[in-house]
């Protein structure tokens, strides 16, 4: 008998539901109202790899996308498990200089998009003529060389197995956030996607009958690899929107009774504010996840109210994902309330260290720098080996995150090491002083910079948005952190403003929120 190679692994793996139920539904684009089987993805995919064949690509070659959610990624996926094409998508909201340099340091022979990106697009076709372009969801071509029409009615001569591929090939890019500077893209293999899928599959009980409601964008990780995958791994079902609208979101829940969600803070409280919360069936979710930035004790109070098990998970682009993640599973609500500012214990194939600015370990409980090894980690950075060499040192990744571990094993997080300031010749953490501000009745967010001083080196800035209708004062909020924070640690000067800047994702834009309040 044959003995199966990586590649064959790998084919297998990507879609072998379509040899079991060809006829299950797995995917459905709300946007379009249309519904695909595995049979239909599996058809999609393989005009795709062909398509992309007869124009010359191969293993090692680039497919971007400049587009909103869509069943175009999908198929593009799957292609490239037949192919060894690695598929890198952009942020469409990208100033146009900045995508423009993406386009040129990774080069894709082939870039599919939306036509509302057709400025952009018309950009790149003036920097970039040699690729080819096609235009998704479009029955004729517009700005691109093809529409995807097109791309769908290539005959398939065959099945397609690209044999050389392995487990340590690199799969697809993604960006990282770009909350400073140009987003770097990460080389994520086929190894750390496998192993992030079972890794979710197994800690989180993921099964066939669980739905995942995905309005997070592809171009970000966790959009792939939370819930995506893993369901269409083992025959679960996926609802896709172009984009997050709370006032749609309530409608498909309402509709089409999802199990799963995986969002971020900002998007979580737009949903409660909407009218329709309340009235609103939730009782379909087993799990709701939010990750990328801190999330309010508040905002989780509006789904704990409807029974919902929403916790809070930790993870980045070059870990794989979700890393630390309360066991929810075997929790009672009552537990994930007390332990709602935790982001829970280590997932499935990854090691985890709390070290000092020397890489030695810290005493259990004090605050450090987690660092990463396992299955689930990135590949390095794609054409940037001076950063890879900066991330990763020994053999482990160090993810400038301040966190600590609690004597039960859950780990916390502190705060991001560049947002670190020396107060006194103190490390002061911006995220304890944060958690406390926003314990006060009338804050609704809180962001603490450090900012230069004279007599102390630096002291903090507190960056406060009041709640609606609310009379916050400095005052106030002096007579409410004293007792609580050491006085070392009490900001200096507060500044209430409207909002907190904020990227794509939710994450917060420090870049912005330095250049304009660090004054």
Not at 433 to 460: M, N, Q, R, Y
């Amino acid at each position: 008998m044959e003995r199966m190679n990586d590649g064959y692994f790998i084919s297998l793996l990507s879609m072998y539901k379509k040899n079991i139920s060809p006829d299950r539904e797995v995917l459905y684009d709300y946007d379009s109202k249309k519904h695909y089987t595995y049979g239909m993805l599996e058809d999609r995919a393989n005009r795709l790899a062909h398509f992309l064949i007869r124009q010359g690509m191969r293993k090692g070659d680039r497919v971007g996308f400049c587009s909103y959610n869509c069943v175009e990624f999908i198929d593009a996926f799957f292609a490239s498990c037949k192919t060894g094409i690695i598929i890198t998508s952009y942020n469409c909201h990208l100033k146009e200089e900045k995508l423009l340099e993406l386009i040129r340091n990774e080069a894709p022979k082939a870039l599919l998009y939306d036509e509302n990106f057709a400025d952009v697009i018309d950009a790149a076709k003036r920097s970039c003529p040699d690729i080819i372009f096609i235009s998704v969801g479009e029955e004729s071509q517009k700005h691109g060389s093809y529409s995807y029409a097109q791309v769908q009615a290539e005959e398939i001569t065959g099945p397609i197995d690209c044999k050389t591929l392995t487990l340590d090939d690199i799969q697809m890019l993604i960006h990282t956030g770009g909350t400073t500077g140009t987003p770097k893209a990460a080389k994520i293999s086929y190894r750390s996607l496998i192993s992030n899928v079972l890794s979710q599959i197994l800690t989180v009980g993921l099964n066939q009958n669980d739905i995942a409601y995905v309005f997070l964008p592809f171009f970000h990780t966790a959009a792939w690899t939370i819930f995506t995958l893993p369901l269409l791994l083992i025959g679960g079902k996926v609802i896709i929107t172009k984009r997050f609208d709370a006032d749609l979101s309530l409608k498909i829940i309402a509709e089409e009774h999802p199990t799963l969600t995986i969002g971020v803070e900002t998007a979580l409280k737009r949903l409660a504010e909407a009218k329709k919360f309340k009235e609103t069936d939730f009782s379909s979710y087993r799990i709701m996840i939010s990750g990328a930035a801190p999330i309010a004790r508040e905002t989780m109070e509006h789904y704990w109210k409807k029974g919902v098990k929403l916790v809070s998970g930790y993870g980045m682009t070059e870990l794989g994902t979700c890393n630390l993640l309360p066991p929810v599973n075997d929790m009672k609500l009552e537990q994930i309330k007390e332990k709602w500012d935790s982001v829970g214990k280590p997932l499935l194939y990854n090691s985890v260290r709390i070290v000092d600015s020397k890489g030695n370990d810290v005493e259990p409980g004090e605050p450090g720098e987690l660092i990463w090894q396992g299955e689930l980690v990135f590949s390095g950075y794609w054409n940037n080996e001076s950063q890879t060499r900066e991330m990763v040192r020994d053999g482990w990744i160090y993810s400038g995150d301040i966190g600590r571990m609690g004597p039960d094993g859950y780990y916390y997080i502190v705060g991001r090491n560049k947002d670190i300031f020396i107060s006194g010749g103190e490390n002061i953490f911006p995220g304890e002083i944060e958690e406390v501000l926003c314990k006060h009745p009338a804050v609704e967010e809180a962001c603490v910079i450090g900012v230069s001083d004279v007599d102390w080196g630096e002291v903090g800035k507190a960056l406060l948005v009041p709640k609606d209708c609310s009379n916050l004062n400095r005052r106030d909020i002096l007579e409410f952190v004293r007792g609580r924070l050491p006085s070392i640690k009490i900001p200096k000067y507060f500044e209430f403003i409207d909002e907190i800047p904020k990227n794509q994702v939710g994450k917060r834009d420090m870049e912005r929120i330095k250049a304009k309040y660090n004054k």
